[in-house]
T-cell receptor, first 113, second 112 residues
């Protein structure tokens, strides 16, 4: 089954404790992206990657890091999480070229205390 | 700056009561407009892509239309299972990374 998976689905942590949210897709998509979704602000892009070893900032990159060492994986790293990073996070993927459909993962709900 | 505005924010319908959701956008050149459905606690699920003014697409009780400044998602004779948040997103020509800009969504509740 074609899908985007994320882990963990739920995470409670404390300020400053480094964490990684994994994202994996099995559709051989070149493009992957991370979004956060907050009430009243909608979905905002954090980082995206056009292909392996190619990443770039989205609209709200501060406090986040990403890496793209393999085509299927695109982890989101919070080196020193803060309470304002409490949010619902989505990973997405699609083919790079043309107006391709973007597929979303199930989401990771993060609470930073 | 790209802007995508959806209205209304929330919509309560009786089963069978048709209605329309609006997505207005301002971009310098539209490459495509996307509609997604999002159920609580889940990721957005793709519904439609519209490319040019005048285009229409249908899927079951949903029909999406596009003009030069806005898109409408028409829900005909809705059922309770159509309850969800509907998201609109635009992709601007030449946007860095072919970025999608999302609207805030419309929460639809269909009561039996």
């Amino acid at each position: 089954e074609a899908q985007v998976t994320q882990n963990p689905r739920y995470l409670i942590t404390v300020t400053g404790k480094k964490l990684t949210v994994t994202c994996s897709q099995n559709m051989n998509h070149e493009y992957m992206s991370w979004y956060r979704q907050d009430p009243g602000l909608g979905l905002r892009q954090i980082y995206y990657s056009m292909n392996v070893e190619v990443t770039d900032k989205g609209d709200v990159p501060e406090g986040y890091k990403v890496s793209r060492k393999e085509k299927r994986n695109f982890p989101l790293i919070l080196e020193s999480p803060s309470p304002n990073q409490t949010s619902l996070y989505f990973c997405a993927s699609r083919r790079t070229h043309g107006l391709e459909t973007q597929y979303f993962g199930p989401g990771t709900r993060l609470l930073v205390l | 700056e790209d802007q995508v505005t959806q209205s209304p924010e929330a919509l309560r319908l009786q089963e069978g009561e048709s209605s329309s959701l609006n997505c207005s956008y301002t971009v310098s050149g539209l490459r495509g407009l996307f509609w997604y459905r999002q159920d609580p606690g889940k990721g957005p699920e793709f519904l439609f892509t519209l490319y040019s003014a005048g285009e229409e697409k249908e899927k079951e009780r949903l029909k999406a239309t596009l003009t030069k400044k806005e898109s409408f998602l028409h829900i005909t004779a809705p059922k309770p299972e159509d309850s969800a948040t509907y998201l609109c997103a635009v992709q601007e020509s030449g946007a860095a990374g072919n970025k999608l800009t999302f609207g805030g969504g419309t929460r639809v509740l269909v009561k039996p």
